[in-house]
């Protein structure tokens, strides 16, 4: 079993639709978990940040992490074509340990 | 806002050559990470970098690679014969402290012939 998946998409959307991306792990001794967002030939981008269980709001974003299931989520509201990218789940250990990504999941949010 | 810088953009290098990347981290991080991103594949990490000395390293990390923090600003990574496998994105990354997030730069693409 992969330490993260994530379903690389593409996945299209109209504007203003409701965004939701997920990720499952493996590995239940993961406790910091990251969306980085990627804009084509650039570094990633970090996005929201939660530790443990629990939601986390951030304007139109929303993170949210089930450490039971193994399952993290964002969820992206009334979503505007520069959301257009790829979403990256991360996750560490510890939070100066090095970062596991999953692969990616290229959103299109569509005019 | 201060960023990550990295140089060159983009590389390419014959096979058995040497190159060195560049990276210039946020002014006041302590800890340096290298991860690179072969086409089509997840980010990977490769190192971390902490009071001059290597913190962690993946298996991929092996000895054809090395990284150096040769001034207080430029934290670099040398891969000494590079192969065909090695293209790909390398990310240098810089947190402040334990703990702290990690900022990534914007990557050199690396090209082996």
């Known amino acids: 079993q992969k330490e993260v998946e994530q379903d690389p998409g593409p996945l299209s959307v109209p504007e203003g639709a409701i965004v939701s991306l997920n990720c499952t792990y493996s590995n239940s001794a993961f406790q910091y978990f990251m969306w980085y967002r990627q804009y084509s030939r650039k570094g990633p981008e970090l996005l929201m940040y939660t530790y443990s269980s629990g939601n986390k709001e951030d304007g139109r974003f929303t993170a949210q992490v089930d450490k039971s299931s193994k399952y993290i989520s964002l969820f992206i509201r009334d979503s505007q074509p520069s959301d257009s990218a790829t979403y990256l789940c991360?996750?560490?250990?510890?939070?100066?340990?090095?970062?596991?990504f999953g692969k990616g999941t290229r959103l299109h949010i569509l005019p | 806002e201060p960023e990550v810088t990295q140089t060159p953009s983009h590389q390419v290098t014959q096979m058995g050559q040497e190159v060195i990347l560049r990276c210039v981290p946020i002014s006041n991080h302590l800890y340096f990470y290298w991860y690179r991103q072969i086409l089509g594949q997840k980010v990977e990490f490769l190192v971390s970098?902490?009071?001059?000395?290597?913190?962690?390293k993946s298996e991929i990390f092996d000895d054809q690679f090395s990284v150096e923090r040769p001034d207080g600003s430029n934290f670099t990574l040398k891969i000494r014969s590079t192969k065909l496998e090695d293209s790909a994105m390398y990310f240098c990354?810089?947190?402040?402290?334990?703990?702290?997030?990690?900022?990534f730069g914007p990557g050199t693409r690396l090209l082996v012939l």
């Open positions: 991360a996750m560490s250990m510890n939070r100066d340990d090095k970062i596991i």
């Open positions: 990354a810089s947190s402040a402290a334990v703990g702290m997030t990690q900022y």
């Open positions: 970098f902490y009071n001059n000395e290597i913190s962690e």
